[in-house]
């Protein structure tokens, strides 16, 4: 059973960045997608960010342009780049995996994901 583990949030002043990464426990191979999602209290879980094997992405039309995912098989890690981070932004971000294909429609759909890391906070203060 793969494992997640993110790191890199933190605080940040409106117009800064961030890179969060996600290291898998496993070695990831086959068909699989790979994302990022991000939760204030009180409200659903937001998919923002996802990648899958053949390293097509998504984005939430909120990040478009400001966020970028990646990834680096050889470190087992998913990484986002944050940019121009506005308050809105602020949350608990999460990393999420799940096998198989999945239609691009879905993927940022959380409830499709079945391994979820813990979690790390993004502060964007004005």
């Known amino acids: 059973q793969v494992q997640l583990a993110e790191s890199g949030g933190g605080s940040v002043q409106a117009g800064g960045s961030l890179r969060l990464s996600c290291t898998a426990s496993l070695n990831i191979a086959g068909t699989y997608v790979w994302g990022w999602f991000r939760q204030t209290p009180g409200q659903e879980r937001e998919g923002v960010a996802t990648?899958?094997?053949?390293?097509?992405?998504t984005y939430a039309d909120s990040v478009k342009g400001r966020f970028t995912s990646s990834r680096d098989n050889l470190k087992r890690t998913l990484y986002l780049e944050m940019n121009s981070l506005t308050p809105d932004d602020t949350a608990i971000y999460y990393c999420a995996f799940r096998w198989g294909r999945l239609a691009r429609d879905y993927r940022l759909r959380h409830f499709v994901y079945t391994i979820w890391g813990h979690g790390t906070q993004v502060s964007v203060s004005s």
């Open positions: 990648i899958d094997d053949d390293g097509a992405t």
